[in-house]
Nanobody, 121 residues
Framework: QVQVVESGGGLVQAGGSLRLSCTTS????????MAWFRQAPGKEREFVAR????????EYAHSVKGRFTIARDYKQNTVNLQMNNLRPEDTALYYC??????????????WGQGTQVTVSS
């Protein structure tokens, strides 16, 4: 079983920035499709951003495009989510997920426990 561990959450004022990091317990983060999701209180979990394993193609939810950036750091073996110009509506528990390259698209095999991001107005 692969463990996924997130870090970097916290409390920030609106307009501020945070960087979330995610690593896997087995292998390089470059050997998985990686993604970030979030879940706000009373809402369903939603997709935030993802990065493909081989091409590093990225995709973002419309609500974060232009403010968030997902990228791999091969030296640190992490996938980072740089979040700028944060808004109160970005407040949520953020989850990192990893998908084996053989798993069908849209389904993630391994999930982290989540890291809380709170944006005050």
């Amino acid at each position: 079983q692969v463990q996924v561990v997130e870090s970097g959450g916290g409390l920030v004022q609106a307009g501020g920035s945070l960087r979330l990091s995610c690593t896997t317990s087995r292998g390089s983060v470059g050997s998985y499709h990686m993604a970030w999701f979030r879940q706000a209180p009373g809402k369903e979990r939603e997709f935030v951003a993802r990065i493909a394993w081989s091409t590093s193609n990225v995709e973002y939810a419309h609500s974060v495009k232009g403010r968030f950036t997902i990228a791999r750091d091969y030296k640190q073996n992490t996938v980072n989510l740089q979040m700028n110009n944060l808004r109160p509506e970005d407040t949520a528990l953020y989850y990192c997920a990893a998908r084996e390259v053989t798993t069908a698209a849209g389904k993630y095999d391994y999930w982290g426990q989540g890291t809380q991001v709170t944006v005050s107005s």
